[in-house]
């Protein structure tokens, strides 16, 4: 009998949210996956096994989570509130509350905080060891020009995206004011933003079907750098049609990164290079979200319509993992001319 190779888009998680997949992360110690869900759910899954080993329900849809360690996890909910999620003792602490839903969730290594981005126009700093009683857990509350819509973290420099195209970058050890504020050099409504592995700067994407690689130093030199470039189009009967571009991840290893979009495509880019180095077979779905594991060998998808069309009969939420090949994600060596 021949063998059954596994699916080119790679195996689908058993026991899938229900509804809309917001984010999916890999933890920084095993292949465990953390995935959350427009059906309430925040599920912690193990990916190499496909197994899911545990589930916490919230009083809403849940738009981001994130590790704190292998087995516990936070999370950030329509409901207004920020949670501690430990799956190996079936616990849950409320860290606090905003005042309209929580869009944005990431932990900071780096200072032991948790930090929430909120459509209430707030980041706040939470310290989850004092998960006891919410008044000493909330360690600052800090305005933002609009309602924060992505978060990323690289050691002590935290980037924040809002409505609005504004860009605030803060140093963590002193949040009183960004550091620097920026407009988005894309002209249409920013979906996420992740710092570089090698903490240089941040590539942007949007909704438009760009996405734009800036970079942190202010000096000329660093600056002429940047640049942005299309991608999720495609051209039908003479016009493009242009999808946005919802999740982007970077290859823990190679700092090659990889992008999905609304159009079921995850391309795989060099951005030093400036090429594409992969494209991968169509998912059923939008992609809504992208993770690699550690060690770069697995590729976590989230293929999910994000109702950019409205409410109209769409392919089963579902999670992919597949198997990643150094081909697709390692830097081709410059030709010589």
Not at 138 to 148: D, F, M, S
Not at 197 to 214: C, D, H, I, K
Request: hydrophobic letters at 35%.
């Amino acid at each position: 009998m021949t063998a059954v190779n596994p699916p080119v888009i790679g195996r689908e998680l058993v026991n899938p949210p229900a509804d809309g997949i917001s984010n999916l992360r890999f933890s920084n110690h095993s292949d465990h996956l953390l995935v959350s869900s427009w059906d309430k759910s925040v599920r912690l899954y193990d990916a190499s096994a496909n197994v899911l080993r545990g589930e916490f329900m919230h009083g809403g849809p849940v738009l981001d989570c994130c590790f704190h360690d292998d087995s516990s996890g936070f999370s950030a909910s329509v409901d207004n509130s920020v949670r501690r999620l430990v799956f190996s003792h079936g616990k849950e602490d409320v860290l606090g509350r905003h005042d309209a839903p929580v869009r944005c969730i990431e932990y900071s290594y780096a200072t032991g905080q948790v930090v929430t981005g909120s459509w209430d126009k707030t980041l706040k700093c939470w310290d989850p060891r004092g998960a006891s009683g919410q008044e000493r857990t909330l360690v600052g509350t800090y305005a933002q020009p609009e309602r924060v819509y992505s978060l990323s973290l690289f050691s002590n420099r935290l980037v924040v995206a809002t409505a609005g195209r504004h860009v605030n970058i803060y140093d963590l050890r002193n949040m009183s004011q960004p550091e620097q504020r920026r407009e988005s050099s894309l002209k249409y409504q920013t979906r996420c933003v992740r710092c570089y592995p090698n903490g240089t700067g941040y590539a942007l994407s949007s909704v438009e079907g760009r996405v734009a690689m800036e970079f942190f130093e202010l000096s000329e030199a660093s600056q002429a750098k940047k640049y942005a470039f299309k991608c999720h189009r495609k051209s039908e009967a003479g016009r493009d049609i242009v999808y946005p571009v919802n999740a982007i991840a970077f290859h823990p290893i190679y700092g090659t990164f990889a992008t999905g979009g609304c159009d079921g495509f995850v391309n795989v880019w060099d951005g030093n290079n400036k090429k594409r180095l992969y494209q991968y077979s169509k998912y059923p779905s939008s992609v809504a979200a992208l993770s690699f594991s550690r060690d770069g060998r697995l590729l976590a998808v989230a293929s999910s319509y994000t109702f950019e069309e409205g409410d109209k009969p769409h392919e089963p939420d579902a999670i992919f993992v597949r198997s990643v090949n150094e081909m697709e994600v390692k830097p081709k060596p410059k030709v010589l001319p």
